[in-house]
């Protein structure tokens, strides 16, 4: 059973799944998927093809992913750890569900099947998911980064798209090294919610419960971002 952090989002659909739904997107509609994704304020889109093994796995029979990425707001983040801080974090969480019920009409307009993943569903990990797509990696902090920031939050659709551009290989596995090295997270947390191997202890942890960010604050990814990070690790490799 997962912490429930965030209140339940209504269901927003102004537009019914197609009868017939179709599962191949031309480039151009693929384009104003995006366009339409950014210009709701999300920073991007990333996409999961799940395997049979992983469907078995999470007992689902869901196919192609759409996972919408939002930064988390830097002013809520930089805030100090209270209940205003929380009840903030939910209202953006609401507004960008609400926005992807949206993203999601627009497929169905278009004839694809389009239903969100319901965030709160404790049936699937959503962070799972996001791994399949090849293009985010969890930090030692916990956190499910993608290469535009340490501190996104995300939605998923799943869809009767086929034809997505998903990823064959994760180039973001050199972070568990990075992050191995590092350990700045274990020596600032002020639970200590990390185990003498530095593994993260989720129940200790208060990020959900009081609002804490501190990790994410101190982490080079946050403070420099991902592209600086990783040009400073790979100069280091180069000298061995
Ligand atoms: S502070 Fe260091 S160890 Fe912790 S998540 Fe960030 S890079 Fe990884
Ligand atoms: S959010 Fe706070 S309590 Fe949780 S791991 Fe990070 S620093 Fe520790």
Redesign the pocket.
């Known amino acids: 059973m997962r912490i429930r952090y965030h209140h339940p989002i209504p269901n927003f659909y102004e537009f019914e799944n197609p009868v017939s739904p179709i599962n191949s997107i031309s480039e151009n509609i693929l384009n104003e998927l995006n366009e339409i994704v950014l210009e709701k304020g999300f920073i991007g889109v990333s996409y999961s093809a799940l395997s049979d093994d992983f469907k078995n796995e999470w007992n689902i029979d869901w196919d192609n992913i759409l996972i919408l990425k939002y930064k988390m707001s830097d002013d809520i983040l930089t805030m100090d750890p209270s209940k205003e801080k929380t009840v903030l974090e939910d209202k953006e969480f609401q507004e960008f569900g609400r926005r992807t019920f949206e993203v999601a009409d627009f497929l169905r307009k278009n004839n694809f099947k389009a239903d969100l993943i319901h965030p709160l569903d404790d049936s699937v990990s959503l962070r799972a998911i996001a791994m399949q797509s090849r293009d985010c990696i969890i ?3 916990n ?1 499910c980064m993608f290469r535009e920031a ?1 501190n996104v939050g995300f939605f998923m659709i799943k869809t009767s798209i086929e034809n997505l551009p998903f990823k064959d290989e994760n180039d973001m596995l050199w ?1 568990e090294d ?3 090295t ?5 020596d600032r947390c002020p639970e200590d919610a990390f185990d003498e191997n530095g593994k993260f202890i989720r129940k200790l942890c208060t990020a959900h419960k009081k609002g804490c960010s501190k ?1 994410v604050l ?5 403070k420099q971002g991902y592209e600086k ?1 990783k040009k400073r690790y790979d100069r280091k490799q180069a000298r061995g």
Not at 182 to 186: D, E, F, K, T, V
Not at 218 to 222: A, L, T
Request: glycine share 4%.
């Open positions: 930090t030692r902090s956190m340490l972070v990075f992050c191995s590092c350990g700045i997270c274990i990790c101190i982490c080079p990814f946050y990070v």
